[in-house]
């Protein structure tokens, strides 16, 4: 382990003594309701050096809920764009938004420019279009910048093939686990390294990545479960429970969870929450979440970073979700989901000859997911141990292998109706994917997203 922290300490220390720009992070609070909201800055931090790559500033990609762009305030030029989504951006689709006012903290991060820039931020319309919702001026030679060195944390590199600028590079952050522990926290983060570049098409490109870890050691063992009675305060506030969702982690404090990164390079965020309980979240160009120990973390693991990573859809429409059932059909911006039956947006990669849309086992597997989520739901509200809920998802991953893997359509490009948390109107490119079930690798669609977004960042 020395040896490693000596390897990440020299490349950090090399990475902030090259040429090129340092980051520039502007905070701000996102508050509102489901029909109104509003922004206010909370603060400007210069970080290390840009680790992303010199060139490649401006975000062709049309993906995120949200988007941003800095624009040099002499000429209008824009200097740096990005997508993303926000923890704000899926809380305005719960019933709670209808009726109360809700504050979040989010962050952007750019190139630190040379002068003062306007950023602007942007949200997709009812027709995908982008209007603009907010725009404030952004001064690096403000005296209340602040200018301070990032905390004392121990930063090493899990994997490095790289200088962060060539390469993408993701941080994975433990989240309660205690000093004693962090021999456990240095296997898991491994562990997931592992876990992630085992899926294609992370495992074709895991040279274009480097992997860094920092260390937060907790006074408390684990993370908050609230259904369960359990409360910590750890040091970066993940907990179970968003939204009411039991098996949904996210952390709402964005400043803790910025100020532990900005020790290290990084673009992408994982942050592993030490428990055994069944859960995750991943929201695009904002951070994903893995519970450790779980029978299922690596599923979880790959297919919440597809989220962050590559603005994925959730293809899955029977498990029970915090959103409100949406009543209109609009065209996702996400990649791997589409309302048009003879989906467009993949044509160039359907199987030849294929029926669209394409026929698949869909009665049946509903009538076995009715039953299944039925169970699940008894087995939460029993409390019942976390090893009769990975016994039940064994046994609906066995019966959804079987019904996905056969029929007609079976590993074919097409349009098959139910994604989005919603069984009609939303199609997605074949019968089973990562970002569907349990069982399956990423599809054909989501590989090329994930390809797509690689390319975005690495040399």
Request: with cysteine; charged share 25%.
């Amino acid at each position: 382990m020395k040896c490693g922290v000596l390897l990440a300490a020299a490349a950090l220390s090399a990475a902030a003594q090259a040429p090129g720009p340092r980051t520039l992070r502007l905070d701000y609070v996102h508050t509102g309701t489901a029909a109104e909201e509003h922004f206010a800055q909370d603060g400007v931090v210069l970080e290390g050096a840009w680790p992303g790559p010199l060139d490649r500033w401006v975000d062709e990609s049309n993906l995120g809920k949200y988007y941003f762009q800095v624009l040099d305030r002499g000429t209008n030029r824009v200097i740096y764009s990005r997508g993303f989504a926000s923890i704000y951006g899926e809380w305005e689709t719960t019933d709670e938004a209808k009726t109360q006012h809700r504050a979040f903290q989010e962050s952007v991060r750019f190139p630190a420019p040379a002068g003062p820039v306007q950023v602007v931020i942007k949200k997709r319309g009812p027709r995908n279009e982008f209007r603009e919702v907010w725009s404030t001026v952004v001064d690096p030679a403000d005296p209340a910048v602040d200018r301070a060195a990032p905390p004392k944390v121990n930063v090493w590199a899990v994997m490095q093939n790289g200088a962060p600028r060539d390469k993408v590079d993701l941080l994975l952050m433990g989240d309660g686990y205690t000093a004693a522990e962090m021999e456990k926290w240095h296997g898991d983060a491994r562990r997931m390294a592992e876990t992630l570049f085992a899926a294609s098409p992370f495992k074709e490109h895991r040279q274009d990545f480097n992997v860094w870890a920092v260390d937060t050691p907790a006074e408390e063992s684990g993370v908050a479960r609230p259904s369960d009675g359990v409360f910590r305060r750890s040091p970066l506030r993940a907990a179970y429970d968003v939204f009411g969702s039991e098996r949904y982690v996210l952390t709402f404090d964005n400043k803790r969870l910025r100020e532990a990164a900005s020790a290290a390079p990084y673009e992408f965020i994982e942050i592993v929450v030490n428990d055994r309980k069944y859960g995750g979240g991943g929201i695009f160009n904002l951070f994903a979440t893995v519970s450790a120990d779980n029978a299922f973390t690596p599923y979880v693991f790959v297919h919440e970073f597809g989220h962050h990573f590559a603005g994925l859809a959730d293809e899955y429409y029977t498990s029970d979700v915090a959103y409100g059932s949406a009543t209109e059909r609009p065209e996702p911006w996400e990649p791997n989901a589409t309302a048009d039956p003879r989906a467009g947006k993949w044509k160039d990669l359907l199987t030849a000859g294929i029926d669209l849309p394409s026929i698949w086992p869909k009665k049946a597997y509903e009538q076995m997911e009715q039953a299944i989520q039925e169970r699940r739901r008894t087995i939460r509200a029993q409390h019942r141990p976390e090893a009769e809920m990975e016994a039940l998802f064994r046994e609906e991953s066995g019966l959804a292998t079987k019904l996905l893997g056969s029929g007609p359509n079976a590993g074919k490009v097409g349009a098959f109706e139910g994604a989005m948390y919603e069984g009609r109107g939303y199609f997605r490119a074949q019968q089973d994917c990562m970002m569907f079930g349990r069982d399956a690798g990423f599809c054909a669609v989501c590989r090329r997203a994930i390809e797509r977004v690689i390319r975005m960042y690495a040399k």
